[in-house]
Each structure stands twice: as structure tokens, then as C-alpha cells.
């Protein structure tokens, strides 16, 4: 039995910092993609939202919401929350509905705000909650944790600051010509290198702002694709949702500690590498295949850290491969060809769908002044607060 | 000012006095150590759910945890974290940046904590011997509140430098 479904349309609102309802993003990404897909909300038969936790009620029932603002049309809804996985949680529930034969058109849409500065975890005095006792205990904030993964490359690997700028400048490259992107504008190793230390050695431009944003796709059954005179869509072969095996034996987001592998052995995976396997392996197809992939650069190192959990190449060899640009446009494997997140910024129930927005266009060959020659195979790859991963592979 | 005495920021996570440690939580069937207890797992009153899949453990016992482990990795925090972080010293003093670092023990588990006072991130490397020391981490109206932190071990030689 096939297991794949049908991207008929993807659109988004561009990323920056607009100031307005979260619903406006969302209703704008839902219409470009339906229009992109020529399919009428009417038809719709699924409505999936990406929940939207710190905007209030609305966000927090966010299908009903976008459904609501396109107008009641009585289709099924559902909403979907795994932090930073949340767009390819939403993904993943109308995906298993399209092939399960329950609809046959899904709307998926992902939209937020978010606040200037450190995201920190819900007021309140909460000591058994993990998110706001790192906070209170340690003064542990998102950056210190994506530092501590790009120090231990530099005292394991011997990667450099420069290594981590060139991150930076290849991203702000590719970003250049996309019109979703916020940040459109060449930046420097210089720039980078001079920017502030946030948390040691991560400087102000390693790191990912926070943007508003939104991003939707239309899903569809492959025979309704056909229906629909697209003999040859854009399909998602795999969505991986795995969560972690115990022992998690590298440092986690939010976590004060790891499990102890004292007794239950070391896993054969680590988190990250478990999370884009489970999509190679639903799918059958393997790293090798990859034409492009998207990965969450919450910060510059972190791009390297993804590339050898996504099997581009061997742990520790994430460096040399950069250095030789095979992950520039026109290199080996492209890389975040849409400018990742050092050129859109956060939005948290948006990324992800986003990836597979950015992944669709440059399967089409629509992706204008960012296309990757010949793409036929490219991989998302996130990982969200308390055990939450997500890969999508998709293919012509 | 008074003379209250200082009390843990947190209740139960860590002992105090000379040889001061961490307590994790040991599950009674499978012997897998817990850190920190919380209540999805080892819970606070020896009860809970032991998190090793293949163990359906729910008494756990409290365990004085190593307290000599080696960097897992570190860093620092150039600017002042948000709430519900609150800064050491009184309301209107500088900022003053600290470090952190995650810590390998020899029970098999990493764990975070601050830099004790007076260490940075040049004292430090991934493999590094660090020593959990308890420091002051803030002051409310009950006094000094402390923490659990890690302290880079001098090998012999090495304070000659200073």
C-alpha cells in the first residue's frame, strides 16, 4: 500500500515583525496555498491548525480559528501542539486521515507572534515544572543550551567561530531572493564574529530571532491529485514523529539533566539521529538520496549538528563539508536554501510547515533565485521542547 | 544584615555541609538513578513511575549522587536571563555574567549547573574534573537562598600561576 499523499498547494505570509493577530497570517498563508493548490475552501474537508500558545484562547484552538476566520464550512478540525514539531504534528494528523481514506483534501496552517527577546517559559511560581525551574535554578535560557552543543563540537571536532559564521554568511545568502524571508541582506563572517557573545561562542547573529509568521499547505490523496489533472504532484513520502529512546543521553531543552544510561546501556541513535532515521525508513529512501534538506538552525552550529544527525555525513565531519561548500546552492547537498531560520526567524506552529512550503517549491523548480539544480528528494529535520522531533521527507 | 541561615532555593534536590551532593532517586527494581525527582518520574515521597521502559518500577530510594564528574560541556550567560531568573545582590546592581556547565557523572547521567563563583568559561573544557560545591544563588525575605554548583578541579601545579 502507497503511504503517500499529495502537497497540491503550500503559501505562506512572509516573515518579520507585523504586529498583528496571528489569524491574519494564518488566513493569508490558507489562501495563498489553496490558490496555489486551485482548490476552493468549500472543498476542504479537513482543517488542521498548529497551536499558537502564548497569543491567548483563540491560539490555543487554533483549527477552529482558521476555520472560523475562512468561514464555517463544515469540515472535520483538529489542533496540534509539540512546541517546535507542532506543523509537522498537523501534517502528520492529515496525512493519516487522507490515507486512511477518512478525507480527501486537508488544510494544514501554522501561524504565530512572538515577543521581542529571550522566550521564557509561563508566569506563575511552577516548581514541578522542568521549563520554568531551569529559568529559576540555573538562569538557563534557549541560547546557553544551543552553546553548549557548539562548544562541545569545538573542544570534540575542533570546529572554529569562523566555521560557525560561515553558517551565517552561506544562509544569508541563500535567503537573499526569498520574499517570505525577513532578513534579506548579505551578512559578513565579520559582522557575525563582531556581533555580542550571547552565551559563549555564540554571538548575537549565530542565533535565531523571533519573527512572526505563517505557513499552510493543502494535502490531498493522490487520486484526488490526479482528479484534480496533477498526474505528478509533489509527494510526502514519510512524516517522522518519533519521540526520544531511553536513555536521552544528550542534553535536552528544557531538561536540568539527562537519563542515566548506567543501566538501560546506551542507545543505538541519539534523539536527532533517531528522528530523521524513522523518516528514511518509513520511506526507503536513504541520506544518499537527499537532493536538499531543511534543518532547524536555531543557531549556526546547530546546522552542522543536523547535518550528521540527518546522515550527510559522519559525526564530526560536518566542518570539512561546509569548508568545501557542498552545502551551498550548486554544492553537493544544499543546505537551507530558503535561508533557514537565521533568515525567517521563529515562528513556532509555522517552521515546520514552512520546511515543507520551501522543500515543495524546490521539488516544483519554483524556488526562484535560491532553486536547487535537479531537485528530487529533499528532508526537513526539528526538534521541540519535552521529547519532540519531526522529519518530513518528500519527493517528485 | 541577619543572620538567618541559608536554605536550599529547592527543597530535597541536594544536601548541604562539608561533602554537599546531589540526591537523585534510585528505582528499588531496576536501580536506574533519577536527577532531579520530579513528579512525571521519581517522585518527591520515594513513589512515582521509574521512565526505564522496561521497568515497571514505582519506590525509589534517595541516592547521594558522585560528586566528582567531568565536563559534558559549558558556557556562559552574557546577558541577564528573564524571569523567573533572579539576580544575585540587590535590585539596581550590575549585571554580572556567569557560567554553566552540563556535567558527566560516573552514575551514567549528565546534569546542568552553574560555574561556582569566581570560574569562567577559560577555566574550563569538555573532559574537565569538576566538584559540586553550594553557593549562595539569590536572597528573599527568608534569606539566603543556595544552589548546587560546579567548581573546576585545580590539578596540583596549576595555582602556582596565581
Known sequence: MSTDVAVLGVGMHPWGKWGRPFTTYGVHAARAALADADVAWTDVDLVVGGETVRNGYGGYVAGATFAQALGWNGARVATSYAACATGAQAIDTARARILAGLCEVALVVGADTTPKGFLAPNAGERWDDPDWLRFRLLGMTNPAYFAMYARRRMDLHGATSEDFAAVKVKNARHGLANPNARYRKEVSAEDVLTSAVVSDPLHLLDICATSDGAAAVVLTSVDYARRHGIAAPVRVRAVSTVTPTFPNTVLDMPNLSTDSSAVAGVPERTFKQSIAHAAYEEAGIGPEDVSLAEVYDLSTALELDWMEDIGLCKPGEAEAMLRAGDTTIGGRVPVNPSGGLACFGEAVPAQAIAQVCEVTWQLRGQATGRQVEGARVGITANQGLFGHGSSVLLST | ?162
Not at chain 2, 560528586?67 to 550567560?77: E, I, K, L
Request: hydrophobic share 35%.
Open chain 2, 1 to 162: 544584615m541577619t543572620a538567618t541561615p541559608a536554605t536550599p532555593a529547592i527543597e530535597g534536590w541536594f544536601t548541604t555541609g562539608a561533602a554537599a551532593a546531589l540526591v537523585g532517586a534510585r528505582c528499588t527494581t531496576c536501580t536506574t538513578v533519577f536527577f532531579p525527582r520530579s513528579s512525571s518520574g521519581a517522585g518527591p515521597d520515594g513513589h512515582g513511575f521509574c521512565r526505564n521502559p522496561a521497568c515497571a518500577g514505582e519506590e525509589f530510594e534517595d541516592v547521594e549522587l558522585s560528586r566528582r564528574g567531568r565536563v559534558w560541556s559549558y558556557t556562559d550567560a552574557q546577558y541577564q536571563p528573564p524571569p523567573p531568573y533572579l539576580a544575585p545582590g540587590s535590585p539596581g546592581d550590575a549585571y554580572e555574567p556567569f557560567a554553566l556547565a552540563a556535567v558527566e557523572l560516573p552514575e551514567g547521567l549528565v546534569v546542568l549547573g552553574q560555574v561556582a563563583q569566581g570560574y569562567g568559561v577559560r577555566d574550563l573544557h569538555v573532559g574537565a574534573e569538576v566538584e559540586l560545591v553550594v553557593e549562595t544563588l539569590y536572597a528573599d525575605e527568608t534569606g539566603d537562598r543556595t544552589i548546587w554548583r560546579w567548581k573546576p578541579v585545580v590539578e596540583l601545579g596549576e595555582e602556582a600561576d596565581q
